[in-house]
């Protein structure tokens, strides 16, 4: 995927009639806004930083029905000014969306990279962040348990660049290979 017009294309060619939801780049923060009578659900993401509209994204696919009815699916979000204790509450709730992103950005032909989304630690050590984010995308791969839009829009991504390519195949080969 090379660019964000085509990424937004491609979001809303899988979702915007079936999930009445579109992307739209160039917000000054992320941010999901649910259907109302006259529009469809929002989701809007970072100027135009594809792994921004990646990581939002993922939260959408987390998203059930309910929270989808809510802004920001009713989560709180605390400035990236995080004392220790929020940050690891930020990541307990961030440890699956950022597996469902770092699937998407492989099926995309991106690298990913985990977000600890905090300024206020310099020292912060990511790593049992991104080791917990990693066992996720394990889960996900080996009992294939991809929450089904996260499967439907990472098999979209894949089929752009290529298309005789077996999904399940090529997240285990990226997994495999992300490990070394």
């Not at 109302?36 to 939002?56: C, G, K, M, Q």
């Amino acid at each position: 995927m090379a660019s964000v017009t085509q990424l937004v294309a491609a979001f809303d060619a899988c979702f915007l009639s079936s999930f009445n939801t579109c992307l739209i780049g160039n917000a000054e923060e992320p941010l999901y806004r649910p259907a109302t009578s006259n529009e469809p659900a929002t989701i809007l993401f970072r100027l135009d930083y594809v792994s921004s509209a990646l990581h939002e994204i993922g939260h959408w696919c987390i998203a059930g029905a309910e929270r989808r009815r809510l802004e920001d699916y009713g989560y709180w979000y605390e400035s990236d000014a995080r004392n220790l204790t929020t940050q690891k509450q930020f990541e307990q709730v961030e440890v699956k969306p950022q597996a469902v992103e770092c699937l998407l950005h492989w099926a995309a032909g991106l690298d990913f990279r985990v977000s600890v989304d905090n300024l206020a630690l310099p020292e912060y050590d990511p790593l049992p962040f991104e080791q917990a984010v990693m066992r996720q995308v394990d889960r996900y791969i080996s009992e294939w348990s991809l929450p089904e839009r996260a499967l439907l829009f990472s098999r979209y991504l894949l089929a752009q660049r290529h298309p005789n390519q077996d999904l399940s195949e090529f997240l285990k080969q990226k997994y495999e290979d992300y490990c070394r």
